[in-house]
């Protein structure tokens, strides 16, 4: 289990066939050296196995369903990943509990600063950013206003969401110390809806009640 909290920001410097497999290398000096052959971490909001791991890189491979339903499989060398062990036990849960399991490959729609460019405040590495993603139709159901989602396996918290896109408020540290600020509008990016609201949702269908729509308050009323 992850936190949606990025540790730092790898490089993808290897993409190889192996079979019917794919093996990707990671240059992570510092998280790199904390690993063990056969850890899991979590790589752009993907849990993946590492593999042959040495101080400043890291294997992983990746099935074929992996680089079809994931933005892994936009990757080519030079691309920033996002990386993030997991969550140890007792440990301060400080995002949101993000499985590693991609629910589907959303599009990055726009990253912009609050502020003009052309307004004489604007300063590149203080300003707040906001972002917009549209999501693919079997994750919609689970994006919520005020709720969770993990994109490129980052916490994050939907401001908006029009029934297409999310909404959502970059913070500059988070523009900065993951790979957002390396993806242009068009770039597919991981989206992991929150496991709670997909288990609310799973308990709505499960009360057979077509006509009940998902919504804040009815999370708020349930507990959630």
């Not at 099935?63 to 036990?89: H, M, R």
């Amino acid at each position: 289990m992850f936190t949606g909290i990025i540790e730092q920001t790898g490089t993808l410097i290897g993409l190889e066939s192996r079979g019917g497999v794919h093996r990707i290398t990671v240059e992570a000096a510092g998280l790199a050296g904390r690993l063990r052959e056969g850890d899991s971490l979590g790589v752009s909001g993907v849990c993946l196995t590492a593999l042959d791991v040495d101080p400043t890189l890291f294997h992983a491979d990746l099935a074929q369903e992996t680089l079809d339903k994931t933005s892994l499989g936009a990757l080519v060398p030079g691309s920033k990943v996002n990386l993030e062990l997991p969550t140890a036990a007792g440990s301060p849960l400080g995002g949101h509990i993000v499985q590693g399991h991609v629910d589907g490959c959303g599009m990055l729609a726009s990253l912009e600063p609050v502020i003009s460019r052309s307004d004489p405040a604007f300063d590149i590495q203080t300003t707040d950013w906001t972002l917009k993603v549209s999501v693919s139709e079997n994750v919609r159901p689970w994006m919520v206003h005020k709720g969770s989602v993990a994109v490129e396996g980052i916490s994050l918290t939907i401001a908006d969401f029009d029934g297409e896109a999310i909404t959502i408020a970059i913070l500059p540290l988070t523009y900065w110390r993951t790979n957002l600020h390396t993806l242009s509008a068009g770039a597919p990016v991981n989206v992991e809806a929150d496991v709670l609201v997909k288990l609310a949702h799973a308990q709505l269908l499960a009360e057979r009640k077509p006509s009940f729509d998902l919504s804040e308050a009815w999370l708020v009323a349930s507990g959630f």
